[in-house]
């Protein structure tokens, strides 16, 4: 009888001291893991870390929003899970790259998005075999301006926030459309985020053209055939002027002299159109003494004078004649009784300070 209450005596013993070697609960986690050969592995703090959604830090402000591109002098917010040694604030230097201590060369980030930066600094973290599993998440907390300035012939010309990349056409509905005196071309210069995100050897310029920073777009193959390729990427920091239409006047003796704005078309403005936008010609007018006066480099005077009769173009005996820029159609009064290059002076004189009138053709 002893011998038996002895034995259950070491049997009860035994499995005490075994349930004291197993932990509580198998759901805790250990937060005191070493790492491996120089190598953190963030998995083995937990296992589950794929399954789980990368949430931001709260200093991420503005920069949180999808899309958001890198540009130099950013300060981006960089949080590696369980590695305090490397979770800090990077500024992106004017190169476009960030510089992580125990890298042997800078990681690029400019024009990248938030989550394509994590990824990239992941990666090279891995490479250099540092971290063994990173999960990293990137948020901006200073940034300069992240903008589009736009100017020239729109309705509503001034600077608009764009935090990613947008098209030419969104562009000009942020500023209202184009004005009427608008031209043929708007012309787009790359800032650093464009020229980051669109690399060195991308063709950025049109055809023709050799300034890889400066995309020059048919406004009217855009407007009218829709062609995709017109519509390119506007990126922060992009510069868009929409070019004003080449203008021409029309004075003497006329009922509503001025300058008149060309609107791009496929004929260019004619004689007649230019007269009608002047609302014809006054009854003392003298009409088959009418001229074009134009600016020619090679005369003595830098302008010549090309005559026009009206009488005849008006009855279909005459052809009409297309305008150039910055033309002037004058029309003489038969009342005055200055000269006639006395009265051409004068209207040289005045053209400076006419008032333009817009035109649509």
Request: glycine share 8%.
């Given at each position: 009888m002893r011998v038996t209450l002895l034995a259950v005596l070491l049997i009860f013993l035994a499995t005490s001291r075994v349930r004291a070697q197993v932990p509580a609960s198998t759901n805790s986690k250990s937060t005191d893991i070493q790492p491996i050969d120089g190598r953190i592995d963030a998995k083995r703090v937990d296992p589950n870390l794929d399954q789980q959604e990368a949430k931001p830090t709260p200093s991420g402000g503005q920069g949180q929003m999808e899309g958001y591109l890198i540009g130099p002098d950013d300060v981006l917010s960089v949080y590696i899970m369980d590695v305090p040694e490397l979770s800090r604030d990077y500024r992106v230097d004017a190169n476009g790259a960030v510089t992580v201590a125990m890298l042997t060369k800078p990681v690029s980030a400019a024009g990248l998005t938030l989550s394509q930066f994590s990824d990239h600094l992941s990666a090279e973290l891995k490479a250099a075999g540092l971290v063994s599993d990173p999960h990293i998440t990137t948020s901006v907390t200073q940034s300069r301006l992240h903008a589009v300035a736009i100017t020239g012939a729109v309705k509503k010309p001034q600077v608009y926030p764009v935090f990613t990349h947008t098209t030419l056409l969104d562009l000009l509905s942020e500023a209202e459309g184009l004005s009427d005196d608008v031209g043929n071309t708007a012309i787009v210069r790359r800032g650093d985020v464009a020229m980051h995100s669109l690399g060195p050897d991308s063709k950025v310029s049109r055809p023709g053209q050799s300034d890889p920073a400066t995309v020059m777009v048919d406004l009217k193959q855009l407007l009218e055939s829709g062609d995709p390729h017109a519509n390119v990427d506007i990126y922060p920091g992009d510069r868009v002027t929409v070019t004003r239409a080449a203008i021409i006047y029309?004075?003497?003796?006329?009922?509503?002299?001025?300058?008149?704005?060309?609107?791009?078309?496929?004929?260019?403005?004619?004689?007649?159109?230019?007269?009608?936008?002047?609302?014809?010609?006054?009854?003392?007018?003298?009409?088959?003494?009418?001229?074009?006066?134009?600016?020619?480099?090679?005369?003595?005077?830098?302008?010549?004078?090309?005559?026009?009769?009206?009488?005849?173009?008006?009855?279909?005996?005459?052809?009409?004649?297309?305008?150039?820029?910055?033309?002037?159609?004058?029309?003489?009064?038969?009342?005055?009784?200055?000269?006639?290059?006395?009265?051409?002076?004068?209207v040289l004189q005045a053209v400076t300070g006419v008032t333009i009138y817009s035109a649509r053709f």
């Open positions: 029309v004075v003497g003796a006329v009922n509503k002299p001025g300058g008149f704005a060309m609107r791009p078309s496929s004929h260019g403005m004619t004689v007649l159109q230019a007269l009608a936008l002047a609302e014809d010609t006054k009854g003392t007018a003298k009409r088959d003494q009418s001229m074009i006066i134009r600016s020619d480099a090679q005369s003595p005077e830098g302008r010549k004078q090309i005559p026009v009769d009206l009488k005849k173009i008006l009855s279909g005996k005459s052809s009409d004649p297309t305008l150039q820029a910055e033309d002037i159609l004058f029309v003489p009064d038969s009342s005055s009784k200055r000269a006639l290059h006395r009265g051409l002076e004068s």
